[in-house]
C-alpha cells in the first residue's frame, strides 16, 4: 500500500462530494482518519477499484485472488489430495462414494475425487473451482441460520465491501436492467426459487452456489423516477461455511456468467 505523506494526498483521491456515505461529516474529515490509521481507504464508496487497489488494501488479498488465481486453484487442488474426503462429506453434509465427494452447486452435481479432480456439468472455471475446494477444505458445515445480511455486515465485509459493491452488486443491476428475462432464467436455468419479496423488493430470488452458501437477489424496478436498485444478502453464517475471499471470488464470477447469458439470450 501507497504511504501518504500528508492528508491532502488523501484527500484529492475522494471526490469532495461530502456524501457521508463513510460515516464522517466531510471528505476532509475521511482523509484525516485514514491518514491517521483510524479508518481505511476502500471504507469510500465512490472511489474506483483502480485506486483501492493502488492505495488502500494492506493485504494484497485482492491481488492474490484476481491474479493469482491459477496458482491458488493448484495449491488447493494439492492440499484436497491430503484431507480425508468422506469425513468431509459428513462434516458438509454431502454424498461420498466411488472416492468422490458430491455436493450441489447451482442445482448441478460438483464432484471431487481423492486427488482433487473435478467433474461437473457446469464450466468449470477457477472462480467457482477455488471456492468449491475451499467450502470442502475449511467450511464448517454449519446449519443456515435463516437470517439475510449484507455482504458488508459479514466478519469480512469491511475489507472487501469495496471491490463487492463495484465487481458484484453494481454489474449484476445493470445485466437486470437491460435483460428483463434474467431472472426467470435463473429460476429454470440454476434452480432458483422466487420467495416472498423481502425488504419491500419487486423480485426476491434465492440460488444456491454452494448448498450452505445461499445467495438472496432483491430487485428493485425503477419507478416515479428513482432508479432502479439491486442488493445481494447471505446468510449470516456465510463466513463459517466459506472464507470472505471465495464469497467474493464466487459472486463475481456468477456476474460474468449471468451477463454472458444474458448478451446470448438478449
Request: net charge positive; aromatic share 10%.
Amino acid at each position: 500500500m501507497a504511504q501518504f505523506k500528508n492528508i491532502f494526498e488523501i484527500f484529492k483521491l475522494l471526490d469532495k462530494s461530502n456524501c457521508k456515505k463513510c460515516n464522517e461529516k466531510t471528505c476532509l474529515a475521511f482523509a484525516a482518519a485514514v491518514f491517521k490509521g483510524q479508518r481505511q481507504l476502500d471504507e469510500c464508496p465512490s472511489l474506483g477499484s483502480e485506486i483501492i487497489a493502488k492505495y488502500g488494501v494492506k493485504s494484497g488479498t485482492q491481488v492474490k485472488v484476481e491474479n493469482d488465481r491459477d496458482e491458488l486453484f493448484e495449491k488447493l487442488k494439492k492440499k484436497i489430495a491430503t484431507i480425508d474426503l468422506s469425513l468431509s462429506a459428513k462434516r458438509l453434509g454431502a454424498k461420498f462414494s466411488d472416492n468422490k465427494l458430491t455436493i450441489k452447486t447451482l442445482g448441478k452435481d460438483f464432484s471431487v475425487d481423492i486427488k482433487g479432480n473435478i467433474s461437473t456439468d457446469i464450466h468449470v472455471h477457477t472462480w467457482l473451482s477455488i471456492p468449491v475446494y475451499n467450502y470442502i477444505i475449511d467450511g464448517a458445515g454449519i446449519p443456515l441460520s435463516g437470517k439475510w445480511i449484507p455482504f458488508r455486515e459479514l466478519k469480512g465485509g469491511k475489507t472487501w465491501g469495496h471491490f463487492f459493491n463495484h465487481q458484484c452488486e453494481k454489474p449484476f443491476k445493470k445485466i437486470a436492467d437491460t435483460y428483463t428475462s434474467l431472472f426467470e432464467d435463473l429460476i429454470h436455468v440454476f434452480n432458483g426459487k422466487q420467495v416472498e419479496n423481502h425488504y419491500k423488493s419487486d423480485i426476491s430470488l434465492v440460488l444456491y452456489p454452494l448448498p450452505r452458501l445461499p445467495l438472496l437477489i432483491c430487485y428493485w424496478k425503477p419507478e416515479d423516477g428513482l432508479e432502479s436498485d439491486l442488493n445481494l444478502f447471505f446468510d449470516s453464517t456465510a463466513e463459517d461455511n466459506l472464507n470472505i475471499e471465495s464469497i467474493y471470488l464466487l459472486c463475481a464470477g456468477l456476474v460474468i456468467m449471468f451477463g454472458k447469458i444474458a448478451l446470448r439470450h438478449g
